[in-house]
T-cell receptor
Framework: AQSVTQLDSHVSVSEGTPVLLRCNYSSSYSPSLFWYVQHPNKGLQLLLKYTSAATLVKGINGFEAEFKKSETSFHLTKPSAHMSDAAEYFCVVSDRSGNTPLVFGKGTRLSVIA | NAGVTQTPKFRVLKTGQSMTLLCAQDMNHEYMYWYRQDPGMGLRLIHYSVGEGTTAKGEVPDGYNVSRLKKQNFLLGLESAAPSQTSVYFC??????????????FGPGTRLTVL
C-alpha cells in the first residue's frame, strides 16, 4: 500500500522569502513522486516529478524537490516566494507497480504576504 | 490545442436527478481519469480508462458510471444524484500510464451541487 502525508495544511510566507512545503510518503515499491499546483478555480498543473533518475528534481517557476529515501520525504522548496505562487500544492505518490492508482496528499495551501 | 476541456463548468441538481459530465482531450492520450475533490481530502479517483472502449473502477466508484466510446471523450454519469456527490470533479488524461510515471493533464473542473 502507498500513502502520502503533507505535513502542513497551510503555510504562509512573505514575498521574497524561502518556501518549504513538506511531504512524506510510504510505498511498498520504489516510488514515483509528483508535485502538482492548483491555482484558485483552476485544474491541477504538474510542477515536477521524480521517477528514479536524479534525486534533486527541478520544476517550473523556480521550484525544486529532493527525494530522500532514508527519510521517505519529497519536500518542495523555492528560494524566493512570489505573489503568484499563492495556490494549493499537492504531493502525489505512485508505487509504480501498475496495480494501484496515484495517491494524492490532502494539499497544502500556500499564502504569500506582500 | 485546447488540452483537456470539461462540460459543464457548474451544475446544480436535485436529489435523484441524473446528469452526464463530458471530458474531451485533443492530445491523443490513451489514458483518461475522473477524480473528485472534496475539502481537505485531496483528489480521489472515481473511474479511469486505459483506452477506447475500456473502463475500470478507481477508489470511489459507487454511484457513478463511465463510458469511453471515442478515444478523445470520457463521460461520467450520475444515475441518481445524492447530496454526498456534491463536489468538484476533475478529468485528466495522460499519454500512457506505464509504471505510473506519466504526467497527467487536468481539465478546469466541474463544480456540482446536489440539493
Amino acid at each position: 500500500a502507498q500513502s502520502v502525508t503533507q505535513l502542513d495544511s497551510h503555510v504562509s510566507v512573505s514575498e521574497g522569502t524561502p518556501v518549504l512545503l513538506r511531504c512524506n510518503y510510504s510505498s511498498s515499491y520504489s516510488p514515483s513522486l509528483f508535485w502538482y499546483v492548483q491555482h484558485p478555480n483552476k485544474g491541477l498543473q504538474l510542477l515536477l516529478k521524480y521517477t528514479s533518475a536524479a534525486t534533486l528534481v527541478k520544476g517550473i517557476n523556480g521550484f525544486e524537490a529532493e527525494f530522500k529515501k532514508s527519510e521517505t520525504s519529497f519536500h518542495l522548496t523555492k528560494p524566493s516566494a512570489h505573489m503568484s505562487d499563492a495556490a494549493e500544492y499537492f504531493c502525489v505518490v505512485s508505487d509504480r507497480s501498475g496495480n494501484t492508482p496515484l495517491v494524492f496528499g490532502k494539499g497544502t495551501r500556500l499564502s504569500v504576504i506582500a | 490545442n485546447a488540452g483537456v476541456t470539461q462540460t459543464p463548468k457548474f451544475r446544480v441538481l436535485k436529489t435523484g436527478q441524473s446528469m452526464t459530465l463530458l471530458c474531451a482531450q485533443d492530445m491523443n492520450h490513451e489514458y483518461m481519469y475522473w477524480y473528485r475533490q472534496d475539502p481537505g481530502m485531496g483528489l480521489r479517483l472515481i473511474h479511469y480508462s486505459v483506452g477506447e472502449g475500456t473502463t475500470a473502477k478507481g477508489e470511489v466508484p459507487d454511484g457513478y458510471n463511465v463510458s469511453r466510446l471515442k478515444k478523445q471523450n470520457f463521460l461520467l454519469g450520475l444515475e441518481s444524484a445524492a447530496p454526498s456527490q456534491t463536489s468538484v470533479y476533475f478529468c485528466a488524461s495522460s499519454y500512457s500510464d506505464y509504471l505510473r510515471t506519466d504526467t497527467q493533464y487536468f481539465g478546469p473542473g466541474t463544480r456540482l451541487t446536489v440539493l
